[in-house]
């Protein structure tokens, strides 16, 4: 675990696999294509499975490709040491994702038709999450407790910075005709309703078996088993024994984190920054 993160432009970035030089170029003179489909989140909200999902619809339901390639290879992270090179080499449509907040992105994606898929979470959640992954990988900061990674979150100083920022930022691409707006709870609530929709905003038209088996093999219980997905081939010395990016995969484990106080004090942060916002944007207001 290291003693602190790997700063670039002001932010907080994982210490593996991050180098300023690969961030300094992938953020500026990287070109998004417009056959290319880009996926962003802020980390831990879902980012994985709605990869899985973009995988199994690109393959039409064909399980052959997420169970032999690493997740991190299909849809590789623009800002990685590795995803960048590895996007860099690849040739026709890519499938790409990041984390990064929008003033950062290579500006090349605001005059490109590429598709973009952004996918939000409850932050309560994500800070849950987020406690739970960063604390059991060697990615990034040790962290000591919830209580100080709580502080932490409210402050923006974890990896990718501040939730609020985030999504504040890439809201401002959401009347956008090739940005599609998606949330984990969505997600939860009604998952074929929501892969059709993902279909449909990528033209891709699946026959209702192929639908039925992007659902299946993208359920969190297949997920969970498949090793090329859950992040268990990390190396031991980044992960510990009984980590499993798959943790709980529900909405509102916060319940079960937070005090009466966290709560308190988080709706009053979330009140602050989010008050020019209409309400019924997010699933869990
Ligand atoms: P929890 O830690 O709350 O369980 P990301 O991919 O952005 O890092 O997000 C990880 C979160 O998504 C984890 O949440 C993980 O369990 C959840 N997740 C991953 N695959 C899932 C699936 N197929 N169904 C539901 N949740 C899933």
Same mark, same amino acid.
């Given at each position: 675990?290291?003693?602190?993160?790997?700063?670039?432009?002001?932010?907080?970035?994982?210490?593996? =696999?991050?180098?300023?030089?690969?961030?300094?170029? $992938?953020?500026?003179?990287? /070109?998004?294509?417009?056959?290319?489909?880009?996926?962003?989140?802020?980390?831990?909200?879902? #980012?994985?499975?709605?990869?899985?999902?973009?995988?199994?619809?690109?393959?039409?339901?064909? #399980?052959?490709?997420?169970?032999?390639?690493?997740?991190?290879?299909?849809?590789?992270?623009?800002?990685?040491?590795?995803?960048?090179?590895?996007?860099?080499?690849?040739? =026709?449509?890519?499938?790409?994702?990041?984390?990064?907040? *929008?003033?950062?992105?290579?500006?090349?994606?605001?005059?490109?038709?590429?598709?973009?898929?952004?996918?939000?979470?409850?932050?309560?959640?994500?800070? /849950?999450?987020?406690?739970?992954?960063?604390?059991?990988?060697?990615?990034?900061?040790?962290?000591?407790?919830?209580?100080?990674?709580?502080?932490?979150?409210?402050?923006?100083?974890?990896?990718?910075?501040?939730?609020?920022?985030?999504?504040?930022?890439?809201?401002?691409?959401?009347?956008?005709?090739?940005?599609?707006?998606?949330?984990?709870? @969505?997600?939860?609530?009604?998952?074929?309703? #929501? *892969?059709?929709?993902?279909?449909?905003?990528?033209?891709?038209?699946?026959?209702? @078996?192929?639908?039925?088996?992007?659902?299946?093999?993208?359920?969190?219980?297949?997920?969970?088993?498949?090793?090329?997905?859950?992040?268990? *081939?990390?190396?031991?010395?980044?992960?510990?024994?009984?980590?499993?990016?798959?943790?709980?995969?529900?909405?509102?484990?916060?319940?079960?984190?937070? #005090? /009466?106080?966290? $709560?308190?004090?988080?709706?009053? /942060?979330?009140?602050?920054?989010? $008050?020019?916002?209409?309400?019924?944007?997010?699933?869990?207001?």
């Amino acid at each position: 675990m290291a003693d602190d993160y790997m700063w670039f432009e002001g932010l907080p970035f994982p210490v593996f =696999g991050f180098s300023s030089e690969v961030m300094k170029e $992938a953020c500026s003179t990287f /070109v998004i294509k417009d056959e290319d489909t880009v996926m962003v989140a802020y980390p831990k909200s879902g #980012t994985n499975w709605l990869m899985e999902i973009l995988c199994l619809i690109h393959s039409k339901g064909d #399980t052959k490709w997420i169970q032999s390639v690493p997740i991190w290879d299909r849809s590789p992270c623009l800002e990685t040491d590795v995803g960048y090179k590895c996007l860099n080499e690849s040739e =026709g449509p890519r499938l790409l994702m990041s984390h990064l907040p *929008i003033h950062l992105f290579p500006k090349s994606l605001f005059t490109s038709k590429a598709k973009v898929l952004y996918i939000m979470r409850n932050p309560k959640d994500v800070l /849950v999450s987020g406690y739970y992954f960063w604390s059991m990988t060697k990615l990034s900061k040790k962290i000591e407790s919830l209580e100080q990674y709580f502080k932490w979150f409210i402050q923006g100083n974890v990896p990718y910075g501040s939730w609020f920022e985030h999504i504040r930022g890439w809201m401002s691409m959401r009347d956008r005709k090739n940005f599609l707006l998606l949330s984990y709870e @969505e997600l939860q609530k009604d998952p074929r309703s #929501t *892969i059709e929709k993902i279909c449909q905003f990528l033209g891709k038209k699946l026959n209702p @078996e192929e639908l039925d088996s992007v659902l299946k093999n993208s359920s969190f219980h297949i997920m969970k088993q498949n090793k090329m997905s859950n992040f268990k *081939i990390l190396p031991e010395t980044l992960i510990s024994k009984h980590f499993s990016l798959t943790r709980k995969g529900i909405c509102g484990d916060w319940k079960n984190h937070f #005090t /009466v106080a966290q $709560a308190e004090a988080f709706h009053k /942060v979330y009140q602050e920054k989010m $008050a020019d916002f209409p309400k019924d944007l997010f699933p869990w207001e």
